[in-house]
């Protein structure tokens, strides 16, 4: 939970992946030291997988707005923590309401200049939102909140139609 991995483009052009530890030591994805260290933490053998197609959860894309994540915070009374749920879509509904990203499922989002989203399903939550990702501490409120009062959904997931530069404060808008 508290290891943090960074992806980063050398002047090469090739992708270095490394990870923060929870003392704050980076390391190399691929170091037999970091290895090490969460086999320790976790009681197991462990080996790095090069899958060349990403590793995720039910879809490539997983999105979630800011003002769902402050809903459930407000009804869960916890703290608003978008990364809780791991989304590695962000988005800001300027004139929208908490929730209001379930309705785009089976509809297409354009992202930036090009880029293009196909909003696929809603996501269902399990266990992991009530982990911390910095702390790992549990809050179960948060998992119980959204399974009594939202059908288990927040956010959705989506796959990628059409590739495209993404960038912090890009609009974005439901094609017709």
Not at 10 to 28: D, F, K, M, R, Y
Not at 43 to 55: E, I, Y
Not at 121 to 140: G, H, N, Q
Request: aromatic content about 6%.
């Amino acid at each position: 939970m508290r290891y943090k991995p960074s992806v980063k483009l050398n002047p090469s052009g090739e992708t270095a992946v490394t990870v923060v530890t929870p003392t704050g030591e980076t390391l190399p994805i691929d170091s037999r030291k970091l290895r090490a260290e969460i086999e320790a933490r976790s009681g197991r053998g462990l080996f790095l997988l090069h899958d060349g197609r990403g590793s995720y959860d039910a879809a490539p894309i997983s999105l979630i707005s800011r003002q769902t994540v402050a809903r459930i915070a407000e009804e869960s009374e916890t703290e608003a923590s978008p990364w809780r749920f791991r989304p590695n879509l962000l988005v800001d509904l300027t004139e929208g309401r908490p929730f209001d990203e379930l309705k785009w499922v089976g509809r297409i989002l354009r992202i930036g200049n090009s880029a293009r989203v196909a909003i696929t399903e809603a996501d269902e939550r399990c266990v992991m939102i009530t982990l911390d990702p910095e702390t790992a501490i549990s809050s179960p409120g948060i998992l119980r909140c959204v399974v009594q009062q939202h059908y288990k959904c927040a956010g959705v997931y989506g796959t990628v139609l059409t590739a495209g530069e993404v960038r912090n404060g890009d609009p974005i808008c439901l094609e017709d």
